[in-house]
């Protein structure tokens, strides 16, 4: 039982260059979410899907395409990668629903630096 | 605009005293607020929750307390120990489909 996984560990991209980070989970969740860790600003969702087949925006998605493949994977693309997207990356997944809160299962993280 | 204020930002604490990390939010509809712990180079994981209508919860040496009225929670960790030493975020979630906001973290160091 890996958790969430994350791939790759660590990227250098150039501006204007793309990339897609990927993210997938063996716990069966239902809802997986993308967020990135700045210093001084937290964790900031980016994008979120509920469940398979739908997506929707967080807080700071510009820059940012998602794609959930299937209940598994959920991938995030930045087109054409500036400066400002240099940052952590995580993915996260967690079961749905419920009055309960559902603990968010984080991914190891990515490492971008776009240069 | 920041929906969850987390303060202070670093926290310097001798081993075996008392580490407090407070947060505010606005937001009448956050139904839970957990906290995280996030170790270098390791994603976050969930430490302990709680729900607005509990004033306090206790596992171990981690507390939370909650003023519902004042719109206030706090973080207490009790006897800190040097592998407490992490950074430590608060969050709040608003319902639905376990969506939080998360605050700016705290970096906490345990001195020996």
């Known amino acids: 039982n890996a958790g969430v996984t994350q791939t790759p560990k660590f990227q250098v991209l150039k501006t204007g260059q793309s990339m897609t980070l990927q993210c997938a989970q063996d716990?069966?969740?239902?809802?997986m979410y993308w967020y990135r860790q700045d210093p001084g600003m937290g964790l900031r969702l980016i994008y979120y899907s509920a469940s398979e087949g739908t997506t929707d925006k967080g807080e700071v998605p510009n820059g940012y395409n998602v794609s959930r493949l299937n209940k598994r994977e959920f991938s995030l693309r930045l087109e054409s990668a500036a400066p400002s997207q240099t940052s952590v990356y995580f993915c996260?997944?967690?079961?749905?629903?419920?009055?309960?809160?559902?603990?968010?299962?984080f991914g190891p993280g990515t490492r971008l630096t776009v240069l | 605009q920041q929906q969850v204020k987390q303060s202070p930002q670093s926290l310097i604490v001798q081993k075996g005293g008392i580490s407090i990390i407070n947060c505010a939010y606005e937001n009448t509809a956050f139904d839970y607020f957990p906290w995280y712990q996030q170790f270098p180079g390791k994603g976050p994981a969930l430490l302990i929750a709680?729900?607005?209508?509990?004033s306090e919860k206790k596992e171990g040496r981690f507390t939370i307390s909650f003023n519902k009225s004042a719109k206030q929670f706090s973080l207490h960790i009790m006897d800190s120990q040097p592998g407490d030493s992490a950074t430590y975020f608060c969050?709040?979630?608003?319902?639905?489909?376990?969506?939080?906001?998360f605050g700016i973290g705290t970096k906490l160091q345990v001195i020996p």
């Open positions: 996260a997944s967690s079961s749905r629903g419920g009055f309960s809160y559902n603990e968010q299962f």
């Open positions: 969050a709040a979630r608003s319902g639905g489909y376990q969506k939080v906001t």
């Open positions: 716990m069966n969740h239902n809802s």
């Open positions: 709680i729900r607005p209508d509990v």
